[in-house]
DNA sequence: CCTTGATCGTCAAAGGATTGACTACTTCGG
DNA sequence: CCGAAGTAGTCAATCCTTTGACGATCAAGG
C-alpha cells in the first residue's frame, strides 16, 4: 500500500483494488474478485496478441477468423450455427461473410429444403489460408501455455471447463 | 465424431475441433489449443454476464464501468493512468468520461503543474453508484467461483497469474 | 533563451458488433 | 387447405473502440 495509485501498474492494481474494496465493502469476496480481474485480463491479453500478431497481419479481423474457423473445423454450416459455434449474432455473421466472400474466402449456396437458409463453406483459397493462420496462431498459443508444465496446463483446463461448466454458465447463455 | 456439426453445441465443438485439427495440422499442440479455447469462451461468458446482469440495466457500458471502477479504488488519477489501469486507449477514456461528466459521475479538473494534463475523480453520486453496482457485480462473481472448492480458486487464480506474468505475457504488452 | 523532441488530451474517421425491425419462408394446428 | 406462430437472414440505427492526426504544453540541451 506504500505505491501511490498513479505508479501502479497493472498487477500491482488488482492487489491494492482488492485490499481497498475490503476496507470499503466487506461484503465482497476477495477471491472471487481475484478470479474476475486476473481471468478477464489475461483473456484481453491473449486475443490481443492473435489479433495483432497473427490476424491483423493478414487483414482479418478476430471476428473475421472465428468465422473461417468455424466453418474449417465444422464443415459446410448454414448461417445460425455459424454464429451459434462463433459466439455472434446472426447479423454479425452477415456482415463479416459479406467480406470474406468478396474476398474468394466463403462461399455461399442455398440450402435444399429451406428457402430461408444460407450454406456457408470455404472455398480452396480460404481453406488454405485458415490452415496457415491457426498454424500461427497455434504456435502463439504454444508460446503462452510454455509458462506452466504440463500438469499445470492440465490443472488450469480442467479448472476452467469445470467453470464454463457449471451452473453459473448455465444461467448466462452468451447469444445462444 | 458421431455428431454432426450442425448438432455441436460450444462445449462439444472445442472437443470436435481438436481432433479435427490433430488430423488435419497435426503440428499443433492439442493442449494449448484447447487452453486458448476454453479461457476465451469463459471470459466471453463473465463479461456477458456482468454487462447484461449489472452494468446495462444501469445504462452503462461495460468500458463506462471500467473508468468509474478504476477511479473508485485507484482516486483520483490522471486520464492517462486512467487509460493504462483500464486497458483502453486515451481516446477512448476521453470519449466515456464525456458521458460520465454529463451524468454527474465523474469530475474533470486541471492538475497544478501541467497544464496538458486532466484530473478525473469520482463525484459524491459517483461513488455511491459505483459502489452500489460493484457490489453486485461481485455477487455475479462469487456465483460463478462457486462453482470452484475454495483449494480449487487458489489453484486456479495462482495458474492464471503465472500466465499472465510469464514471457509470452511480457512480450505482448496489451496497450502499453 | 529557444529549439527540438516528447507527451497530454481531443477529434475525426473507420471498423465491428448488437439490437430491433422487416421480409420471406416454414411449420403446425385446426 | 389455411391461418397463426415461429424461424432465417438481412438491413438500418446505434454504440463502442481503435488508429492516426492535431494543437497545446512540457522538458532538456546547447
Avoid: C
Amino acid at each position: 500500500m506504500t505505491d501511490r495509485p498513479a505508479d501502479l501498474d497493472y498487477l500491482s492494481f488488482v492487489d491494492y483494488a482488492i485490499g481497498k474494496t475490503q476496507a470499503e465493502l466487506p461484503a465482497t469476496d476477495p477471491v472471487a474478485m481475484r478470479l474476475g480481474l486476473t481471468l478477464h485480463r489475461l483473456a484481453g491479453a491473449l486475443v490481443y496478441d492473435w489479433e495483432s500478431t497473427v490476424h491483423r497481419p493478414r487483414g482479418w479481423s478476430w471476428g473475421g477468423f472465428r468465422v473461417l474457423f468455424v466453418l474449417w473445423l465444422a464443415g459446410p454450416l448454414e448461417s445460425r450455427h455459424v454464429a451459434r459455434l462463433a459466439g455472434m449474432s446472426r447479423a454479425a455473421v452477415s456482415a463479416l461473410v459479406k467480406t470474406l466472400e468478396r474476398d474468394g474466402l466463403v462461399t455461399r449456396t442455398q440450402v435444399p429444403h429451406d428457402r430461408r437458409a444460407v450454406q456457408l463453406a470455404l472455398t480452396e483459397a480460404g481453406h488454405t489460408a485458415v490452415t496457415d493462420a491457426y498454424q500461427e496462431h497455434n504456435t502463439r498459443e504454444q508460446a503462452w501455455a510454455a509458462s506452466l508444465t504440463p500438469s499445470e496446463q492440465h490443472t488450469l483446463i480442467g479448472l476452467l471447463e469445470k467453470l464454463t461448466t457449471g451452473p453459473a454458465a448455465a444461467a448466462a447463455q452468451r447469444l445462444a
